[in-house]
């Protein structure tokens, strides 16, 4: 007999309200059997949650304000309280997300309007926790509206999220059968794309100030493998304040759904479209297949459907993987027989030009892309991959592997140290070893897994226990090695498994997993293997505490033994580390050994540390320059969290709300302004009418109508995007508070707007905020200084994003990474030095001259690197106008009394064609900053002769400042160079 499909009704998803009469009507049976049905939700989803986090009643806290105190290992606590609605109960658990539930938490319909997912509306003591009305308490990221993440973006990542929540959000509004729309995310490894996504995903379903919460929104997330479902879920559950395990569902083979649910994210790979039957077909009691869900969400949802596709982890195990890949997305971008086209796809990639392709002439394209060096500059990723191998022709794996332990084990002794004295949570890198693969046919590998943990263990001041070993290879069992079993961990529960210390893998570790505490590696493979070992490096190159750390360098880095790589094999790895056209990681340094030296403070040098913390150095701007008035409240919120200033976000709001007030004011005295206004307040349009008998127009008329609400929230958005932050809508609740009639505050919102795209306004604002994030800045400088380094980089990248050089004063680290080269040569009294005491580096004849000079008579010196941290900087401006950084040569420190003197001295050649800008940099820096030095010089080889010229001198300052070229400067030398 054929099945019939149950019979299906209408979803709607409107929250179900009843009247206090219908209320009324209900008998005391009615109301039981809802508090009974109440009574068992509750107790169901607490026992879930207990399940999924490990909770246990003796374990919790609550109050009635809402805040949960959850002491155990999870971050989620479970629900301790229940109420019911004022509407039947759903008739399932999942629909609970289509109710109106009335949180617990010193909520009352009068003060605001009911909204699930919107945090602003309820107290600021609650945060929603989604359909179940779980509460989780505000966490530092959250504090003065900085957003729903857990994670505080680093200013790229905002703007990115900006961006794409904009286009987003254009393309939904005009993406349908006939005009199918992809937006591309292109970013490069460590980038953060899934947190990109994921808080376009928030913005999306809570709303923000550009459009309100959108609840009935779908999104289908698609990777290559199940691995990467399961790493993107874990990742999202754990940065995000709003979506949680009931708002995520990874798609398995028993999915049997008319229509995805409005409201939820759903994860699904191409492998089990390709290879799971139970998932395309129909089979007993499977009334749709996966595909029939699908047509019929894109049917009924149209671009409120979204689907992602996750190319950024791409790297198929086998060329027909990534063949069948690409024909299943083929299907989502251009449609089937099974399912239509869907009208809105996101595409997230590493290399964007492979999904260009698949989408070239089927839609309209939307780009957001995200530049290399700013991940770079971010601090996400590691400065530095150091590469280790083999010299000569000699079998030397084993030592290798015990040179790679002892690296491995100093990391794990500085990190603790550095955890240990920071207060962070502590950071233990894994020891990632490659093994070969085994004969054809069989399983496991040709290399002596018992020799190598024997090694490991001898090199170790104590044997690691067997679970600290584990493998990750392609059979997914346990390995038995002569009674010592290592067990399996998948790649996607590596970074998280705390017992873990030593990993052994083939390939299957190149793509489908991150873990940035994975810092050493070594590899059996041979050289033909280059690409792996550059995927595998893409992987691990994401810093652990999502930051640089400046107190020691060398924690900044990745380290790779290759025994089996000659010269040659070893350059096939740099050439696609540093090559800028792949998707393995942004172009990064790369080192051999014995390049990188890590040197340490010499400890005869603690003045002249002392000393260098109180020169004054300077920030320069970098490529994108935050809004100031972001920079500002990013650091009134920071000062909030850190306790330095509770009013800090209120004061900030309060100032430019003032200012704004002010220019409203001047504005409406304006004929230009109120005519703006006005104009944007009514919408004019003709009508023509044709007659069709005399084959003419014969009337022609001109109407006026207001503008929609619509219209003018389209406008009031717009303007919003100009002030950045959401002040617009914070200056317009003032401006219309106490106001009850509807039309003047609809005037007031039109007012507000076209103030906003006044550009003096604007400009006013930012100048308003650059200069009080000046002043919180100097006025705070001893509280941020003495924070942790974790909230000072905080601090150092607020102050970085200004628009124009910022003065700061610099951290020196206790060790510092140095890179050598083969003609480096060794020199005495420098502040950092290597275990000989020594600090080495090749220096050009100018350099030499001035070192042979300046040594002998200086109690230290300091070789003042470029595009460090820690790099002594002064800001410089080209012809253009553009700030660039200059960082004078040398520092040297001389006695005089009972203190130190500092000297700047830069050799720069007058041949050089930014000689004469850098120049006028230094002028101006001594022109401010002289009297903080004892000298500041500029020096060169001029007619065989080493010649200086003293900035203090304002004389020689002025002839500066008035220099057109270099034979200007080359003239000057000789005039008054000494």
């Not at 009247?19 to 809802?34: E, F, G, W």
């Not at 200033?645 to 709300?657: L, P």
């Not at 020199?827 to 000989?836: I, L, P």
Request: aromatic share 8%; net charge neutral.
């Amino acid at each position: 007999m054929a099945q019939v499909p149950p019979v299906s009704t209408p979803t709607d998803t409107s929250p179900t309200t009843t009247t206090k009469t219908d209320s009324k009507r209900m008998s005391s049976s009615s109301v039981s059997t809802i508090w009974i049905l109440t009574w068992w939700s509750w107790a169901d989803i607490s026992t879930r949650w207990s399940r999924f986090c490990g909770w246990r009643p003796d374990r919790l806290e609550s109050s009635r304000s809402g805040t949960v105190t959850h002491p155990g290992p999870c971050r989620m606590a479970p629900p301790t309280e229940f109420c019911l609605t004022s509407s039947i109960w759903p008739s399932s658990p999942r629909n609970l997300s289509h109710a109106r539930l009335l949180p617990m938490c010193g909520w009352s319909p009068t003060r605001r309007p009911v909204s699930l997912r919107c945090a602003r509306p309820y107290p600021s003591t609650c945060r929603s926790g989604g359909s179940t009305g779980i509460t989780r308490a505000t966490s530092p990221s959250t504090v003065g509206g900085a957003g729903l993440m857990r994670l505080v973006l680093k200013d790229f990542q905002q703007a990115a999220v900006e961006d794409l929540t904009t286009r987003v959000r254009q393309a939904a509004s005009i993406a349908g059968p006939n005009s199918p729309q992809a937006v591309v995310l292109s970013a490069p490894t460590g980038a953060g794309k899934t947190v990109i996504a994921t808080r376009l995903l928030e913005r999306i379903l809570q709303g923000d100030h550009q459009q309100g919460p959108d609840d009935q929104a779908i999104f289908l997330w698609i990777t290559d493998l199940p691995e990467l479902n399961l790493q993107t879920y874990n990742k999202m559950l754990n940065t995000s304040d709003v979506l949680t395990p009931m708002d995520m569902e990874v798609i398995e083979s028993s999915f049997n759904q008319e229509v995805l649910s409005p409201g939820r994210l759903y994860f699904l790979n191409t492998q089990k479209l390709g290879r799971d039957k139970l998932l395309t077909t129909l089979g007993d009691k499977k009334w749709w297949t996966i595909w029939q869900t699908l047509d019929n969400t894109i049917e009924r949802m149209g671009a409120r459907f979204v689907v992602i596709i996750d190319e950024a982890h791409r790297g198929m195990r086998t060329k027909g993987d990534e063949k069948n890949a690409e024909t299943i997305i083929q299907r989502f971008l251009k449609g089937t027989d099974e399912m239509r086209a869907s009208p809105l796809v996101l595409g997230i990639s590493a290399t964007p030009k492979r999904f260009n392709d698949l989408v070239a002439g089927s839609r309209t394209v939307h780009p957001v892309h995200v530049e290399p060096a700013e991940v770079r500059e971010s601090g996400l990723l590691k400065e530095r991959i150091v590469l280790h191998h083999s010299a000569d022709d000699q079998q030397i794996d084993i030592t290798l592997l015990r040179a790679a332990t002892r690296h491995w084990k100093d990391y794990t002794e500085r990190w603790a140290t550095y955890c240990a004295e920071q207060g962070e949570r502590p950071v233990v890198p894994l020891f990632i070893v490659q093994v070969e693969n085994a004969p054809k046919g069989k399983p496991g590998t040709r290399t002596d897994l018992n020799q190598a943990i024997q090694a490991i263990n001898e090199e170790l001041s104590a044997a690691l226990p067997n679970q600290a070993f584990r493998h990750s290879f392609d059979e997914a069992s346990h390995l038995d090695l002569d009674g010592r079993v290592i067990q399996y961990l998948a790649p996607s529960r590596i970074a998280a498994d705390r017992e873990v210390r030593v990993v052994f893998f083939k390939t299957a570790l190149s793509t489908g997993w991150d873990c940035p505490r994975a810092e050493t590696m070594m590899s059996y493979r041979r050289a033909k293997d280059a690409t792996y070992i550059a995927q595998l490096i893409g992987r691990m190159v994401r810093t652990p505490l999502a930051r640089r750390i400046n107190q020691d360098e060398s924690l900044n880095g990745v380290s790779l033994f290759l025994p089996h790589y000659d010269a040659q094999g070893v350059q096939s790895v740099v050439e696609r580390l540093t090559d800028s056209d792949h998707e393995y990681v942004p172009p990064v340094e790369v080192e051999q050994s014995g390049e990188a030296v890590t040197l340490h403070r010499a400890d005869d040098k603690a003045a002249i540390f002392e000393a260098l913390s109180k020169l004054p150095s300077y920030t320069v701007p970098t490529h994108r320059k935050a809004k100031q008035v972001r920079r500002l409240m990013s650091l009134a919120r920071a000062l909030g969290v850190d306790g330095i200033d509770q009013y800090a976000v209120s004061s900030a709001k309060s100032e430019i709300c003032a200012f704004l007030q002010s220019k409203l004011e001047e504005k409406r005295q304006d004929q230009t302004f109120q005519d703006k206004v006005r104009e944007k307040s009514l919408v004019t349009f003709g009508t023509l009418v044709f007659d069709l008998i005399e084959q003419r127009f014969v009337n022609t008329t001109v109407q006026e109508v207001e503008a929609s609400s619509e219209n003018i929230n389209d406008l009031f958005v717009e303007a919003g995007r100009k002030i950045a932050e959401g002040l617009h809508h914070e200056f317009w609740q003032r401006a219309v508070e106490g106001i009850d009639d509807v039309e003047q505050i609809a005037h007031a919102k039109i007012e507000v707007a076209v103030l906003l795209f006044a550009p003096e306004v604007i400009e006013g604002v930012e100048n308003l905020a650059r200069d009080r994030v000046g002043q919180w800045l100097s006025e705070y400088w001893e509280q941020i200084d003495g924070l942790p380094e974790s909230r000072r980089s905080v601090y150092h990248e607020i102050t970085g994003s200004s628009d124009q050089p910022a003065l700061i004063t610099i951290r020196y680290p206790e060790r510092v990474v140095w890179k050598c080269s083969a003609e480096a040569s060794g020199w005495g009294r420098h502040v950092y030095v290597d275990e000989g005491w020594t600090f080495s580096d090749h220096f050009n004849n100018l350099e030499e001259a001035v070192l042979k000079a300046e040594i002998p008579g200086c109690l230290g010196w300091l070789r003042n690197p470029a595009r460090k941290s820690w790099s002594f900087t002064l800001p410089y401006q080209r012809r253009n106008g553009e700030h660039q950084p200059v960082y004078p040569d040398f520092l040297f420190f001389r006695q005089d009394d009972d203190r130190i003197v500092v000297d700047i001295l830069d050799p720069h050649g007058t041949h050089l064609a930014d000689s004469v800008a850098k120049a006028k940099g230094l002028a101006l820096y001594a022109q401010e900053h002289g009297h903080r030095f004892g000298r500041i010089e500029i020096l060169d080889r001029i007619d065989g002769r080493l010649l200086r010229l003293d900035l203090k001198d304002h004389n020689i300052r002025d002839q500066i400042n008035t220099l057109a070229n270099n034979e200007g400067l080359i003239a000057l030398y000789r005039a008054s160079g000494r």
